[in-house]
């Protein structure tokens, strides 16, 4: 079966085209900024040129499409708000379009976000029926992106599906992110690189915490067993505070390192509490995390002390 991932240079992107290929599939991939390595089977894609999604898609015919490319930074979709939108909304659309246009019988799994919840009253967690109230222009992007994917169901009867998957984090990941950033100046300071200071931003959110193998496997387990235009949370439930985890972190090291809030590091807008029931997911593919998100931090400071 082949399977197309856009966004495969991405940090779940890689993961996911990895993973696929262990599975057997014949797995092709794009990607906008050049990764490190191209692969075989990747192919360069500017998601907002709907007659370069054409014809990529007639060349290749793809049983299966992971939409995964997108502008994933909610602090630079307040810089770069046009461009979110481009990308996010209008490049989905385009997707979808181009697979209306040449009639592909396609299983379509739409990566969106567990930031479209907003902030949830009284520390609940989210269920996929909830009312939505997105906060940022990339909430506000995916979340208009849902309601394409969802038009195109009804209307055209594609075969899609919507993922809201809630935090993950491992290596790899942009080092703008909150575990990645501290692992590495963690790393750092150990090697007297850098002063023993570590700013930071609001340390009071609370998030669930996945490991990105989890969430690529979550994301196969979508596409085998889930239903045409369902939404299912990815998440294990678990809500961890950053103040903790980063505490963690710092008992892993013999360092005595000064924490300092810093401006710059904290969003415009924040959710304070972002923690969802996986249950509707769970009962449909039994699926259960494996990986603990304090061994996932381990993992990540050791291998930035391998390489800074």
Request: glycine residues 6%; neutral net charge; proline residues 3%.
């Amino acid at each position: 079966m082949k399977i197309l991932i856009t966004g495969s240079e991405g940090f779940a992107g890689g993961y996911l085209f990895n993973f696929l290929i262990n599975k057997g599939y014949e797995v092709f991939g794009t990607y906008y900024a050049l990764p490190n390595e191209i692969k075989d089977n990747q192919f360069f894609l500017d998601i907002r040129k709907k007659e370069e999604i054409i014809k990529l898609l007639e060349k290749l015919k793809p049983e299966g499409i992971f939409h995964l490319a997108a502008q994933t930074s909610v602090a630079l979709s307040y810089k770069e708000e046009y461009l979110t939108y481009e990308v996010n909304t209008l490049g989905t659309l385009n997707l979808l379009w181009a697979i209306k246009e040449l009639n592909l019988k396609v299983r379509f799994i739409y990566i969106s976000t567990a930031e479209v919840y907003g902030e949830i009253a009284e520390r609940r967690k989210a269920k996929e029926d909830d009312e939505l109230n997105p906060i940022s222009p990339y909430a506000l992007s995916k979340y208009f992106a849902e309601k394409i994917v969802q038009y195109y169901v009804t209307v055209y009867d594609i075969d899609a599906l919507i993922l809201r998957p809630f935090s993950h984090t491992g290596i790899g990941q942009k080092e703008s992110f909150f575990f990645p950033y501290c692992c590495k100046k963690i790393a750092e300071i150990e090697k007297n690189k850098i002063p023993p200071i570590l700013e930071v931003g609001n340390l009071e959110v609370e998030r669930d915490y996945l490991a990105v193998e989890d969430i690529v496997e979550a994301y196969y387990l979508a596409f085998i067993y889930g239903k045409k235009g369902e939404i299912y949370n990815i998440t294990n439930g678990k809500p961890i505070k950053l103040r903790e985890a980063l505490e963690f972190l710092l008992s892993q090291t013999d360092k005595e390192i000064r924490i300092v809030f810093s401006q710059e590091r904290e969003r415009k807008k924040d959710i304070f509490f972002l923690s969802g029931d996986n249950t509707k997911f769970k009962n449909l593919t039994n699926f259960e995390p494996r990986l603990e998100i304090r061994d996932t931090l381990t993992k990540m400071l050791n291998y930035y002390r391998k390489i800074v």
